[in-house]
T-cell receptor, first 109, second 117 residues
């Protein structure tokens, strides 16, 4: 079966760095997405990785290792507004998005 | 970035009535649009894939006669929840893939929260 695993909840301090991990097992691979979702709102696109390595975009970076079925989202200089759920999603061989359950990130002052 | 507009944002209806939700790509053409449903504290679940000019492809367990999808143009897809019941109360979200993109990036609408009384 297809499976995406990510921690249910994480807590971090304002100004710090946090890494959210995602492991996956899917039938085929056409890229991995990270989305941010604030409560009651639609997800917003953060990053897309299809090749191994690190993609940096401002305070957010995303890493992919296809051989290990592993990705992480790195958030630096955390701000209170970063409190949200972070969703990992993999596009399989049929171009279907397989979604993780999301990681709720709580930022404390 | 590309914009997807979804309407209405909130809708409350009586049990047994039908509700239509629109999803529009405002500044790009979308050959494929996706409809998702999210129940509280759960992940997004794909309901169906909507292709312009053809019938939608529904995921297993989603009733095609209850959730009518029409993708009449490259900028508009609609989801109609027919004979809505309280268990259909959920957050419905659409997303679209731009015609010209090769990244597979999806652009999401704002979501529509449906409450069936």
């Amino acid at each position: 079966g297809q499976n995406i695993d990510q921690p249910t909840e994480m807590t971090a301090t304002e100004g710090a760095i946090v890494q959210i991990n995602c492991t996956y097992q899917t039938s085929g691979f056409n890229g991995l997405f990270w989305y941010q979702q604030h409560a009651g709102e639609a997800p917003t696109f953060l990053s897309y990785n299809v090749l191994d390595g690190l993609e940096e975009k401002g305070r957010f970076s995303s890493f992919l290792s296809r051989s290990k079925g592993y990705s992480y989202l790195l958030l630096k200089e955390l701000q209170m507004k970063d409190s949200a759920s972070y969703l990992c999603a993999v596009m399989d061989s049929n171009y279907q998005l397989i979604w993780g359950a999301g990681t709720k990130l709580i930022i404390k002052p | 970035g590309a914009v997807v507009s979804q309407h209405p944002s909130w809708v409350i209806c009586k049990s047994g009535t039908s509700v239509k939700i629109e999803c529009r790509s405002l500044d790009f053409q979308a050959t494929t649009m996706f409809w998702y449903r999210q129940f509280p504290k759960q992940s997004l679940m794909l309901m169906a894939t909507s292709n312009e000019g053809s019938k939608a492809t529904y995921e297993q367990g989603v009733e095609k006669d209850k959730f009518l999808i029409n993708h009449a143009s490259l900028t508009l897809s609609t989801l109609t929840v027919t004979s809505a019941h309280p268990e259909d109360s959920s957050f419905y979200i659409c997303s679209a893939r731009a015609l010209a993109t090769d990244t597979g990036e999806l652009f999401f609408g704002e979501g529509s929260r449906l409450t069936v009384l």
